[in-house]
């Protein structure tokens, strides 16, 4: 059983950053962040493997940074030059298989946090 617990979402002017960070409770070899916008489907946003593959979505490269500090079982993702359509539900998300095949679809991973929003304002 993991246990997810997601901080750090909030409001920011366009171009701003935010830095979220997500605490694990358990064994979570492959952990990722996805996002959630009113009525569609999460979708995922960067992932940090079992195997220290990192992997983002096309939206959010070179703007945003997975990193994991393995001391503290968090994961974190920095998010800067925020645009209005980064504007979503963050929700962080863990797997404690060896290996997901799709580190960034929604079905790959069992445990989930709450959430935590983000608004980005033009």
């Known amino acids: 059983q993991v246990q997810l617990v997601e901080s750090g979402g909030g409001s920011v002017q366009a171009g701003g950053s935010l830095n979220l960070s997500c605490a694990a409770s358990?064994?979570?070899?492959?952990m990722a962040w996805f996002r959630q916008y009113p009525g569609k489907e999460r979708e995922g946003v960067a992932a940090?493997?079992?195997?220290?593959?990192?992997i983002y979505a096309d939206s959010v490269k070179g703007r945003f940074t997975i990193s994991a500090d393995i001391a503290k079982n968090t994961l974190l993702l920095q998010m800067d030059s925020l645009k209005p359509e980064d504007t979503a539900m963050y929700y962080c998300?863990?797997?404690?298989?060896?290996?997901?095949?799709?580190?960034?679809?929604?079905?790959?991973?069992?445990?989930w946090g709450q959430g935590t929003q983000v608004t980005v304002s033009s």
């Open positions: 940090f493997t079992s195997i220290r593959r990192i």
């Open positions: 998300a863990a797997d404690n298989r060896g290996i997901v095949p799709r580190p960034l679809a929604e079905l790959e991973y069992k445990y």
């Open positions: 358990g064994i979570a070899y492959n």
